[in-house]
């Protein structure tokens, strides 16, 4: 097997993924990860996400939130003060017990999230009605101990970024957290070109400590579903536990209501498994580190010295426009390598310059999305900026619809026959059904098919409707979509 | 004393800068945030932090460096295997014995400073000489566990960015060192406005594990020393212990050069006690996260609808023109409350529109780097943008040669009188003398006088000459500055 080829994603879609993340240089080859579970990201893969980080960032200050930082350590105690956060954290966390040679009264945990530390800050920081809403944000790293992991989708340690808001009322805060779902969806889908289902989770699927979970759901190029953003309205349950309360208009005091929303690493995981092929990564130019890669060709010096002219010239014009780009000067190695090599990497748009193209005043420019002859066209030198931006918008959207036509062709809807319901989830689809959203239904879908509830999707197919609940046939008035998950 | 009264920088300096960092919200409150010695950075300091990551973060990129992340978790083991980092940093480090319910069979320690884990992934990303250089950075958050803590200046968790770069020999290796001196030297001059001193520190002062040490040294306003960035070359001795190798143009396995550098959040704690005054923060323009402060100024409802038309008449040209402006409009606090608040939050520029001002089309545009009305003009309405940026340029330049005449007023030449030398040291002040650089010289000043050599000044007041060591009165090349230090 030559060094870039990888298993085809149709024959072992996790082999795949596990090639992939390391061969397109995402990662460091996990196997020799010094730290068993937490992630190397390598320059090409942490670039991603520092465009992740900037579509997000930029819509959070839109929408007037401000980023502070906490501390990395959380008193256990703190954890302790909400119940059902506790249990949800409790088996996942990494304690510290010793500092500067001692061992600690009380230990510390390293934050999995931040809501208790935010909450006994927050409870300090409002004391009236003017400091409210308190818009905060956090880009850290935060620490989940997990048996299993795998490059972007779990690992021990991951990158995120923690919204934590405190409201007057039970509806600022739910509108909060609807807000942050849909800078959600629209970063996913314009940016990611990931078409992504926004809906609510279940009791039994929710974060552990809130009043309702909203996420955006996003199928991967094996049918799975991820979860690739999630935003939590914590009624006052935080609130209480650890007194964030103001004084109202009228001198009273008051529980705030608060929230939190969350994207981490595994949208790059997203990312790769809802656009990649059998020849590596495939980028949306919008997030993309090099939207455009340089190949010049040449056979002998005079050749090398004409066409490395002509993409200097280019290179000035992409610099200008402001485009990401990158020449690959290497001599060590073949143009075939090289395509083969971006290939891999994802970059959308490849330009070729050879002494014909010298000759003729031409380039010529092959999209990643599109394989072979179809992708590729000569244009121009006088008007490569703007065959280049265009090609580039072409990218992007035919990214998304390519994701679009492909999901929309494995979701299914149906009504009262569990027998079928199970063989499109074993089938690696998506089904969406009615569903009462109580535990033991929820635990017997679990059992049967290893599957749980992806969501109640805010639209509805059918609202105002009611129908048998896909496990016990009560009669309900949500639909649900179930899938197996990341 | 009001609120936002503070004690005199003069009569008390470190009382000053504690009561600071807290009223100009920078930070919470250090005794009341739940981990010792830890940070919570609230969003006016996290903002200006931003700036601080965003000024070096393009010099790094545009010197041809690429951003990584390793993870938190170092192996003990790892430390170990360079003798001389893990006496270094042993009693500092903050140790996770247990993780998701279980003891760990290694202990892992919370990274002080990522040379070991980088080390180790150096040594599989690199076999050839093909592969270097390798220009790496790191933005992260580091624990090392302090008994006294200060926000910005020492606390056990702070923020960061470690630059770790492999080379194929030593010259490159240096030249590595020295330029990344020169652009921490450029960002502290050019954006913090602080005058810095480049330099080489003592052996006794170097890195733990470098073959030699670079820092900036700035002077505070109390006139102590504060390191406000620092470079390093490595030598081979990571290189080394970590198996960091690379097979050459002759196809001989060569051990690599490594360099590293950082710059962390004391550099905030630099900026505060380098332009600071007894009405509170001084901020260069170039970092304020707030360069424009707008104050309307009315007595009654129509007066307040007329000024508010004009400040957002102003606001709209302020941010067509890319400068960063709040608009004051709380009613609760009166506009002198007001000035007092934005002075302590060190906001460059206030600009001031009351009916007088509406009635003539003019704005008061008024200082804080020059109290008064010395630093008050009124300027036509038409051409505020003009004087807007013409002043905050003219503030940025004012600050830096504020605090250079300062320092240069403090620093004093002395050569072989060793009562004078630490007259001037006990005084406060910073003296530049003749200085072996032995261990035992170095002892003696810090029992006799509590200070330690900064660094040897790369540029020598007298090239080619020697002078009597300050201490032991042997004849030496190199003149060092010494002072108490931060």
Redesign the interface.
Known sequence: MSELAVTPRSQDFSAWYNEIVVKAELV??PE????RG??????YG??L??AVKSGLDQRFKATGH??????????MS?LQKEAEHVEGF????????????KELEEP?V?RPTSET?IG??MS??IQSY?DLPLL?NQW??V?R???RTRPFLRT??F?WQEGHTAHATYDEAQAEAMQMLDIYADFAINEAAIPVIKGQKSNQERFAGALASYTIEAMMGDGKALQAGTSHNLGQNFAKAFDISYTDINNELQYCWTTSWGVSTRMIGAIIMAHGDDQGLRLPPRLAPIQVVMIPIYKNDDQKAEVLAVVETIGRQLQGAGIRFHVDRRE?VSPGFKYNDWEMRGVPLRIEIGPKDVEKGSAALARRDIPGRDGKQFVDQAVVIDKVNETLTAIQSNLLQQATEFRDARRHEVVGDYQRFSEIIRGGEWALTWFSGSAEAEARVKEDIQAVSRCFPLEQPHPGETGPCIVTGEPTDRMAYFARAY
């Open positions: 460091d080859n020799r990860t010094p730290v937490c992630m190397i990201i390598k320059p942490y670039e996400w520092e401000v980023n502070a930082y906490f501390p990395v350590f959380i008193p703190f409790a088996p996942e966390l990494a304690v510290v017990t010793h500092g500067g040679g510390y390293i530390i006994d800050a300090r920081w003017r905060l850290a790293n620490v101990w997990e048996k021990s340690e990158l060590s």
